[in-house]
């Protein structure tokens, strides 16, 4: 189930207001601290639930988050966030931490202690809310990533920042009858997260096996354009036999060759798609997506969308001049 709602579409003078309540009754009870001209406030939130998962997209303008230490108290089931930076940067303060974001970036923060968010220049976040008990990690090891700057990198902890933002920026999975489904996988990835970034190696055996499958499917997605990109690569990387991994992606339905080609050709064809165009070649393009032949990447462009890339180039274009 999903919620949209804007300030756009209340009196000026009722916004902070609804905004508050808002935030506070389907999100999380917190102090929001808002521009203290009415005008001024403005906000687009998007929340979707997916089982014990919800997800929140928020753009809003500048603003201060306090959790209290009275908040802390009143609250009932305690939940773990995790913030995912969209555009510019925030801040987040938790147990005398504190992680500035970055596009890219995540950063843990736990109900069950007092916590402050920044964002100076405005909120264009992700976040993501689950119950500390679906977590089954020990607060220790909780406490341990809170307030961190994760992600932006080849870690388990960048794979899942990638993730996480295609999971919140597609809603064409938000209203299939599958979505639902999303939520343990998702949870076993940041059980994998939170068990690496802690130190903890009982924990992060357990967690990496859980979640192998969803870290292989995002490293191929994070490494398309590498052109040495491999059975063998992604095994060793992984640290897994060949084997293993064809059995793995198997269960997922994936076959490993076919797969590679069909995403590397969707991303080719959505940079020929754009308009106006780039300046960038099509041998540039395919290069840039793993193609290391520009013949043997029209031929297989041509045969899985009827025309050449030149052709599906061009008709984009004159499409938006006729438009």
């Excluded at 009870?29 to 001024?40: K, N």
Aim: aromatic share 6%.
């Amino acid at each position: 189930m999903t919620t949209t709602w804007a300030t756009a579409a209340l009196p000026v003078g009722d916004r902070a207001e609804a905004l508050r309540q808002t935030i506070r009754e389907q999100v999380v009870p917190v102090h929001l601290e808002l521009p203290r001209h009415p005008e001024q406030v403005f906000a687009d939130v998007t929340i979707t639930a997916l089982g014990s998962l919800q997800v929140s997209s928020v753009r809003a303008n500048p603003a201060t988050v306090r959790r209290t230490p009275r908040l802390v108290k009143e609250d009932g089931e305690p939940v773990l966030f995790i913030s995912l930076q969209v555009s510019g940067h925030s801040t987040v303060v938790q147990d005398d931490r504190h992680a500035v974001l970055r596009p890219g970036d995540i950063a843990f923060y736990d109900t069950r202690r007092p916590y402050t968010l920044l964002f100076e220049q405005g909120v264009d976040m992700h976040f993501f809310r689950i119950p500390v008990a679906e977590t089954a990690l020990p607060e220790e090891s909780l406490r341990a990533v809170t307030a961190r700057t994760l992600g932006g990198d080849g870690s388990i902890a960048g794979l899942a920042a990638g993730y996480l933002a295609r999971l919140a920026e597609n809603p064409g999975l938000h209203g299939s009858p599958a979505a639902q489904l999303l939520a343990s996988p998702t949870l076993e990835l940041i059980r994998a997260v939170v068990a690496g970034e802690s130190g903890r190696g009982d924990l992060a055996a357990g967690a990496l096996h859980d979640s192998l499958g969803l870290r292989l499917v995002e490293y191929l997605r994070a490494h398309l354009g590498d052109r040495d990109l491999s059975p063998a690569s992604v095994a060793r990387a992984h640290h897994i036999s060949v084997r293993h991994l064809y059995a793995v992606l198997a269960r997922s339905g994936i076959v490993f060759g076919a797969w590679v080609r069909a995403q590397r050709l969707d991303a080719c064809r959505r940079e020929l798609s754009r308009v106006p165009p780039s300046s960038d070649t099509i041998t540039t393009i395919a290069h840039r997506w793993g193609f290391a032949s520009t013949a043997h990447f029209s031929r297989a462009f041509k045969s899985a969308y009827g025309v050449s890339p030149r052709v599906w180039r061009e008709a984009r274009r004159l499409g938006s001049a006729d438009g």
